[in-house]
Structures are given as C-alpha cells and as structure tokens.
C-alpha cells in the first residue's frame, strides 16, 4: 500500500491527532516533525477526495498526550531550576495503555509494528528540544549531566543530576593522616559505645581526626554547592608515610552538584588554604566520570625514601651489593602480615626498577626505591619473616625495618587520560 492508502486507513480507526498520524510514517520521510507530517497527509486526503479539511480535536492513541509537549518541556525545565548543566538526556515512561494503543494502530492498518516511530521516542526528541531551547543545554546520550524522565501516568519529572569531578595530585605533608576517613573499629564509625561516647575515637566514630579527603573534598563540595563528596585515589600509602614531590593522582566526585563550571585555579588556592599546610593540591582539572575507574586503575611505579634501621652493624660494601642484587630484580611477596586481616592471602611478583641507599652510620641507612605499583616496599626491607623473596635484610643476613617511610614520586602519566576524561585544559 502507498502512504496515502495506509494514512486512509489510520484515520478510519478513529480519531488521531496529526503527531499520532504521522508517527506512523516517520521511517518513510524525512525532515518534518510528525505533526507536520500527519498534516500534510490529512491535507493531502482531503484534497484528492474532495472533501472539506477538518482536523481531529481528540486522538484515541496517545489521549492528546502529543498536544502536551510545551507543557512537559517547561516542566522539565522547572524541575531543574537551580542546577547548572550544559548536557542533558531525557526519557518517558509511556502508560501500558497509551503502548498498547500504539501498537493496536499499527495492526488495525495492517503495518509492522516497529514502523514508523514509538510515542515514546518521539516524546524524547520533541520535549528534549524544547529543553533545549529553554536552558541552552546541549543533548548528550552517554552520561548528561541532568537526565530527565517524563511520567506520562502521573504527569510528574524525575531529574537525576550526575555527580561532577575534579581531578588533580595531592601532597600529604604530615604523617599519620590516611588518606580516607578511617571509622573507629571499636565503635564501628558511632562514635558511640553501649550509650556512651567511644573512648576508641573519643565520641568522633574516626580513628584518625583527619584524611587526605578530609581536607580536601569538602571545599570541593561546598564550591560546587553539592549535596556530598567522595574521594578516589590512585592507590594508597601508609598512614605513617608522606606523599611527597610529584603527588598522587585522585579525583573527587560530587553528588549533586548545582555548580559545575567552577575556576579549579581558585578552588586549588581554597583547597590548600584549608589544608593548612599538611596537605597540598595541584594541577586541578574538571574531568568526566571516566576518570575515577582511570585513576582507580592506575598501575603506577612509585619511588619512596626509607630511613632504615638494622639490627646489628652493617658494612657500606654489604649494603651496595645488596642494593645492586635487588636492582631489577623480581620480587614475590605474600601478603603481608600486618594487612592479612583484609587482603586475600596471595602470592604476588612485583619489580624492583631501582635501589640505592647509603649509610647513615653502621646501623641507619637513607635508601630509595623505584618499584612497581603493588610492591610492599616495608616488606621488601625486613622480609616479613621470609613472606617476601628477597629482602634487603635476607640478603644482608641481618634484621631491617622501616623506621620511616615517604613516597616521593608516582610515575604514572596523565597524558593517555586527557582527550577521554578532561573536560577542559
């Protein structure tokens, strides 16, 4: 059948507006909104029969749903009053009833039933435009800022506000601050303990008063006016170390943000003024949500700096030589004792890229070590009880321990994360 004959056949069902009419031909031609094009065959109809042009004022399919697109974009664009966004996606939720029409019209004119364009799909575009139109947003449809859904059952709007992310490199200037918060184990994070205030954590439900993201993501939040933050990191150092000179790669994501397009210059300044000097920021970047599964992924090499302390006297020529054997070497280290309570029991092989050191007297040594990421460098030093092969102290044949540790370098680059995960330079 030619279009005519089955838009003939459509308005024989009964009633239809001029989008429902349309709709049904939206595969067929191109460049016209479905009520233009369910116009122009009525148009059309009427003229090759002769008969006087009269538009339909009901539509037994979509119940003049279709008539209500103004109305559900200013909707949308209410509900969104208050948040800053320059991307958006929308959907609709289509009664059963109004589908069921849908799919009724195509059979009753003897059409397939994905011809043409769903009600649904058509809601999309034409009330997303308008949304368009109304805020100056742009459509995105992997991960928009603001995702609207359209309820045509209850004539209600659901706006999902993405979380924003800031990315950068931090500095963690002070010992014992881990980098997240840490919950009191005694008091499971309450700060309480049968009724009273924990003694753990002295009623605060922390092990430690600060973290890392303790002092940097609530600035982060408050600039971006959300409604909480949360920090990721590329990898982790001890409590005890500091993160020195290049920093380590982190992003901080904020929930329902209401400003996004914030000056990550003067968020950096802010950020460090808070921090008060035990933790530093830099390079402060807006990025998309790619970057937190970047960042979490990063397989970087790392150099620390370890004060050592040896059990009984050690020659400079000893140390040398088990410096050298340990250089390029491949380690296997189980886990480590003092993590075993929350790591799988395994069995891993990490590089050494590099190892020198010198001694501070026959007892103290300054050493530094290039590793891969994953490499128990306190471990590497005292062997663990043999968990870890070699050691600096099984080749030494004399105890070591870490008396201090910082990691002064993490290598691994953000040029492959630019293009994807930047939103600006």
């Not at 859904?149 to 200037?173: E, H, I, M, P, Q």
């Not at 003024?273 to 599964?293: I, N, Q, S």
Request: glycine share 8%; with cysteine; hydrophobic share 35%.
């Amino acid at each position: 059948m030619t279009v005519l004959e089955d838009a003939r056949a459509a308005l024989e069902t009964g009633p239809l507006c001029d989008a429902c009419l349309g709709r049904l031909f939206a595969d067929r031609s191109f460049g016209l909104a479905n009520a233009d094009r369910g116009h122009a065959l009525r148009v059309t109809l009427a003229l090759e029969a002769d008969e006087p042009f009269e538009p339909d004022a009901d539509c037994w399919v979509c119940e003049m749903e279709t008539d209500r697109i103004e109305w559900w974009a200013e909707q949308a664009a209410t509900a969104a009053r208050g948040y800053d966004f320059s991307t958006y996606q929308v959907g609709t939720r289509v009664p059963p009833l109004l589908e069921e029409n849908d799919a009724l019209l195509r059979e009753d004119v003897g059409l397939d039933e994905d011809a043409g364009e769903q009600l649904k799909t058509e809601f999309n575009r034409e009330v997303g435009k308008r949304i368009g139109q109304r805020t100056g947003a742009e459509v995105e449809f992997g991960r928009p800022d603001v995702q609207f859904t359209l309820d045509l059952a209850t004539d209600g709007v659901d706006v999902r506000v993405n979380s924003a992310f800031v990315y950068g490199r931090y500095r963690k200037l002070e010992r014992d601050i881990p980098q997240t918060k840490w919950p009191c184990n005694d008091c499971n994070g309450t700060g309480l303990w049968q009724g009273e205030p924990c003694e753990g954590c002295g009623g605060s439900g922390y092990r430690y008063d600060e973290s890392v993201e303790q002092l940097t993501a609530p600035v982060v939040q408050e600039a971006m006016d959300g409604e909480s933050a949360t920090f990721h990191g590329a990898g982790r150092e001890d409590v005890d170390a500091l993160m020195l000179e290049s920093g380590r790669p982190f992003v901080i994501e904020v929930d329902e943000p209401r400003v996004r397009d914030v000056d990550t210059d003067q968020l950096e300044a802010d950020v460090n003024e808070f921090a008060d000097g035990k933790v530093e920021v830099e390079g402060l970047r807006l990025a998309t949500y790619e970057m937190v599964e970047r960042v979490k992924e990063l397989e970087a090499s790392k150099t620390y700096r370890m004060d050592v302390a040896f059990d009984a006297p050690v020659a400079a020529e000893a140390l040398q030589d088990a410096l050298d054997e340990l250089t390029g070497a491949t380690i296997h280290q189980e886990t480590p004792q003092r993590v075993a309570h929350r790591r799988a029991d395994l069995t891993r092989t990490r590089e050494v890229y590099d190892a020198t050191g010198e001694l501070v007297d026959d007892r103290h040594a300054d050493i530094r070590i290039h590793g891969a990421g994953g490499l128990y460098v306190k471990e590497l030093v005292s062997s663990d009880e043999g968990r870890t092969e070699p050691s600096l102290a099984g080749l030494l044949g004399v105890g070591a321990e870490v008396t201090a540790l910082d990691v002064v370098d993490v290598e691994g680059e953000d040029e492959p994360f630019e293009k994807a995960a930047f939103l600006k330079e």
